[in-house]
């Protein structure tokens, strides 16, 4: 039976999913930097003729050595979302070659799933906030530092602070080092996802859904009052819907 192997390339992870009929049978995430080998290819893939690899990717030297591997394993390259797919969904970016394919793939993901006005908060490697108009177009985002880059920072340029893992705070006034950067950490990023929300739907309109995705989704969307729909698997979701979207418009060479 066919299947599509959908991968999402991210800086610090990359995600895998086998889908069959838009649903997702498996999936496997590693480590970006250890790259995909084609043992844990051979591994995953079903090697079969009739599935397609389509992937999303932020990290350029990955893509490239997933190519060789990808080929080296079926004897075919995957297809490539920015470069062999185009993506059916208007962008106001003034550059749309600096917008991150991801970025324009959880928007459309975003709109096909829950509907729009849409606000798309990414909680990964960066938290990024993409919005979608009513009538399904990306109006452009926000960018800042992620959860871990966050810590790491905090570690790195204090001489006493330590470098913390993060998970939930045990209170909201810490009573040590540890649990008042936690809480620090935690409340401060579902507080500034609130009012960064509240700001764009200020603009967009009240009713627009927020959708959050990333590493980090279900650690913030517990201490946010504005994030309604928490979907790690959307790049992964979105990726397949533009796969299939392809008949209808979209380009695949």
């Known amino acids: 039976m066919k299947t599509m192997l959908a991968i999402d390339i991210g800086n610090t992870n990359t995600h895998l999913a086998h889908f069959r009929k838009n649903r997702i049978i498996k999936t496997l995430t590693c480590a970006t930097k250890s790259k995909l080998s084609q043992a844990t290819l051979r591994k995953f893939s079903s090697r079969s003729e009739n599935e397609n690899a389509i992937v999303v990717s932020v990290v350029p030297a990955a893509t490239r050595a997933l190519e060789k591997e990808l080929l080296r394993l079926t004897g075919r390259r995957p297809y490539i979302i920015g470069k062999n797919i185009k993506i059916p969904m208007r962008s106001l970016y003034r550059d749309p070659r600096s917008l991150g394919q991801d970025r324009l793939v959880n928007a459309f993901a975003a709109a096909a799933l829950y509907g729009a006005p849409a606000i798309i908060i990414g909680l990964g490697t960066a938290v990024t906030f993409d919005v979608v108009s009513k009538d399904k177009r990306h109006l452009g985002g926000m960018i800042l530092p992620g959860l871990e880059l966050s810590l790491g920072a905090l570690s790195k340029h204090t001489a006493l ?93």
Not at 168 to 186: A, H
Not at 211 to 232: C, F, H, M, Q, W
Request: proline share 3%; charged share 25%.
């Open 161 to 253: 602070l330590p470098r913390v893992i993060l998970e939930d705070p045990k209170e909201l006034l810490g009573r040590d080092t540890k649990n008042s950067i936690l809480s620090g950490i935690v409340h401060g990023y579902a507080g500034l996802c609130d009012a960064l929300t509240r700001k764009i739907k200020a603009k967009i309109g009240t009713n627009a859904v927020v959708i959050a995705t990333g590493g980090n989704a279900r650690l913030i969307s517990k201490y946010s009052k504005e994030i309604k729909i928490v979907d790690p698997k959307l790049t992964l979701k979105g990726i397949n819907i533009i796969y299939n979207s392809r008949k209808r418009g979209t380009v695949l060479s």
